[in-house]
């Protein structure tokens, strides 16, 4: 099946800084999110982005499918943005299911 | 955006109980919807498929005897743990995705399940 991995494991970063997280896939996908897990553990949509870019206020993302990867773009980080943020891409060959990977543990210090 | 309401938010249950978890859409019908569960501090792991109106197709290495999935309506999965033991305690959570392909998936709150 199709595996997912992301870069880094861990980030720790002081309020007011950026980031980059990645998202690499080994095959085509169908689809492919940005989701943020807050401590509670509710899954937050943050983007749908099989292709392209989009951005949603500090928040962008770019995927670049025919190299199979995304990114996360994080600006002026917050100390509301620490949780753990996954990428999950359909698999063009398995129908509607996510595989998730394993995630982006971030933590937002003041 | 679409919701997806999952209940209960946690639950605490003896051992050999069974426990039963509920997952709707709010405002789309879904004939297929999915259950994950996630270990701490570990990725969502996807256990079975629930389609309306059929049998569940369970992921390798889930005991369907034991997760049982009901998918009676086009708004309701129920995923029942029985006879559950301490290793069963995890984090459950359902998805769906409303028909149009611009949204994807979304996600319920997650049942948080403790077995003592």
């Known amino acids: 099946g199709i595996q997912v991995e992301q870069s880094p494991p861990d980030l720790i970063l002081q309020e007011g800084a950026n980031s980059t997280l990645r998202c690499n896939f080994s095959d085509s996908v169908n689809n492919l999110q940005w989701f943020h897990q807050n401590p509670w553990g509710q899954l937050i949509n943050l983007f749908y982005?099989?292709?392209g870019t989009k951005q949603n206020g500090r928040l962008s993302a770019t995927t670049v499918a025919t190299e199979r990867y995304s990114l996360l773009y994080i600006s002026s980080s917050q100390t509301t943005d620490s949780g753990v943020y996954f990428c999950a891409v359909e698999d063009d060959n398995y129908g509607q299911n996510f595989v998730f990977g394993p995630g982006t543990r971030l933590s937002v210090l003041p | 955006g679409a919701v997806v309401s999952q209940h209960p938010s946690w639950v605490i249950c003896k051992s050999g109980t069974s426990v039963k978890i509920e997952c709707r859409s709010l405002?789309?019908?879904?004939?297929?919807m999915f259950w994950y569960r996630q270990f701490p501090k570990q990725s969502l792991m996807l256990m079975a498929t629930?389609?309306?109106?059929?049998?569940?197709?369970?992921e390798q290495g889930v005991e369907k005897d034991k997760f049982l999935i009901n998918h009676a309506s086009l708004t309701l999965s129920t995923l029942t743990v029985t006879s559950a033991h301490p290793e069963d305690s995890s984090f459950y959570i359902c998805?769906?995705?409303?028909?149009?392909?611009?949204?994807?998936?979304?996600f319920g709150q997650g049942t948080r399940l403790t077995v003592v």
């Open positions: 629930s389609n309306e109106g059929s049998k569940a197709t369970y």
């Open positions: 405002d789309f019908q879904a004939t297929t």
């Open positions: 998805s769906a995705r409303p028909e149009t392909d611009e949204s994807g998936a979304f």
């Open positions: 982005i099989p292709s």
